[in-house]
């Protein structure tokens, strides 16, 4: 079975601060990883994704993630926040053989402050 | 190209009274999911469809919860008998077969059961 823990479940920068939201996963198989971006009164929007090519994945708006298998772990990063990154932010895995294939994390909200 | 499209924006119905839900999927989708987001909390599983198999429904919370796709495209939510801990923002989202393309997701239905 797949589970993802987002390990924090608000985080509090400054503006023109780097960013960490971090994700620990659990798979029996090679997953898919991805990282959604919600804003107040949308839908999830794909930030980036994972799919066993390079390990280090560079998504929208300079967002990046990194995917460690010795550590489970797919932590999202930018370098400098924005007022707009202001959201909650979504760890989702994909296993192949899952029928129902996608489990979400918890969710991470993200507040920039000026 | 046109996203995913979910009516009503807004639902608010009194306790007791029936409700349904759509979503217009991107056209040649064939993977459709429903989930529940309740205030403050991450994604619920509700039910899957693809193509022409028969949906994983192991996520629907009770026999008040039913959905059908019509001819593999516009989906419908149904919710009989609505609670007041129905309340929630109900999300659409849809995608390709390949569990290693994203889901594309609407801007969702929150629904207020008074």
């Known amino acids: 079975a797949q589970s993802v823990t987002q390990l924090d479940s608000h985080v509090s920068v400054s503006e023109g601060t780097p960013v960490l939201l971090r994700c620990n996963y659990s798979?029996?198989?090679?997953?898919?990883l991805f990282w959604y971006v919600q804003h107040p009164n949308k839908g999830l929007q794909l930030l980036l994704k994972y799919t066993s090519a390079a390990t280090l994945v560079k998504g929208i708006n300079g967002f990046e993630a990194e995917f460690k298998k010795s550590e489970t772990s797919f932590h999202l990063t930018k370098p400098s926040a924005h007022m707009s990154d202001a959201a909650e932010y979504f760890c989702?895995?994909?296993?192949?053989?899952?029928?129902?294939?996608?489990?979400f994390g918890s969710g991470t909200q993200l507040t920039v402050l000026p | 190209g046109a996203g995913v499209s979910q009516s009503p924006s807004n639902k608010v119905t009194e306790k007791g009274k029936d409700v349904e839900l759509r979503c217009d999927p991107i056209s040649g989708h064939t993977a459709l999911y429903w989930y529940r987001q309740s205030l403050g909390q991450g994604l619920e599983f509700l039910i899957y469809f693809q193509g022409n198999s028969a949906p994983d429904k192991s996520g629907l919370p009770s026999d008040r919860f039913s959905a059908e796709r019509t001819g593999g495209s516009v989906s419908t939510l149904t919710i009989q008998r609505t609670q007041q801990e129905d309340s929630a923002v109900y999300l659409c989202a849809t995608g390709t077969a390949n569990t290693n393309s994203p889901l594309h997701f609407g801007n969702g239905t929150r629904l207020t059961v008074t």
């Open positions: 798979s029996s198989y090679s997953p898919s």
């Open positions: 989702v895995v994909s296993e192949p053989r899952s029928a129902r294939q996608l489990t």
